[in-house]
């Protein structure tokens, strides 16, 4: 690989292709993605969305995003993206046009889980972002296979025998990673600096490059939007989003928090997890989620060096 023009902060790209004024709600982490995602993969790109939060960035007449863009069905994004693809390679120009993908959990986890399995198997050469805000945010915010244990959803509400969504979330980087894509990675918006290294690893590979990022919801989470930079970095430092990558068959962690901080810090700013507050605090639930969480770091620990 070559050496890396992200050192600091101070190597933000100017270029910004996402424009101001979007329909998207105050303090929507999915947007704060995709600009900074943009910002590195520049000129040259079609962006492919699917319905979801994102989508509404790139309906017509008023697109938010500069490049061009096709909205596909729900669970078709992969295969509209092999069109693309396919329809690019027999063009055969000297710049061909990158394609990214962007969708939800919704899409990602379930809906077009069967469809992007397929195209990572055929060593599809795109681009593909998953804004995980952990449930299907745009339809009211039900449950999806991304929704962490103990949430409250509106279709997971909690209740005197439950205390919201009684199911683990689904480990879509080892679904993926299974595949053997060329470049797999998780990335958030408080972490920058990693986040725009990865995408400029991922481009001087040729194949499936995917993606999944934090997105933190003010909507769904019942977060304070000025807050939402903040939680992204809580949910990395507390461990519950790890960031790590995935190439040549190999796993690596890219940030290891020196010091965990409580995942309580993390949960009690956002009303999701009210229940588990008030009016009884459930010291048992946060410290069942509190073992997910260090079951998981041990096995890095034991295998990886701090960074």
Known sequence: MSETRFRTLRDVPTNDYVYPGSPLCAGCGPQLLVREFLKVLGDDTIVVTVPSCMGLLTLYPYAAIRQPGLFAPFGAGPAAVQGLVDALEILKG?????????TGDGAAYDIGLQATSSTIHKGLDFYY???????????GFQFSSATPF?????????????????LRKKDLFAIWAAHRPAYLSTVAVSKTVDLWRKVEKSM?????????????????????????????????????WP???????????TYIPKARKPVEE????QRRFEHLFKPVKRDDIIAEIQRDVDRYWEKVLSSESPR
């Open 94 to 102: 000297e710049r061909r046009p990158k394609v990214l993908l962007i």
């Open 129 to 139: 972002l998953v804004y995980d805000n952990e449930a299907y945010g745009n339809t």
């Open 150 to 166: 103990a949430a409250k959803t509106s279709t997971t509400p909690p209740t005197t025998q439950s205390q919201g969504n009684t």
């Open 204 to 240: 001087e590979l040729r194949g499936p490059k995917l993606f999944i990022g934090l997105g933190v919801c003010p909507t769904g989470w019942w977060s304070d939007p000025k807050e939402t930079v903040k939680l992204d970095a809580l949910a990395v430092d507390t461990g519950m």
């Open 243 to 253: 960031l790590k990558e995935y190439v040549e068959g190999e796993v690596r962690h």
């Open 266 to 269: 993390y949960l009690s700013r």
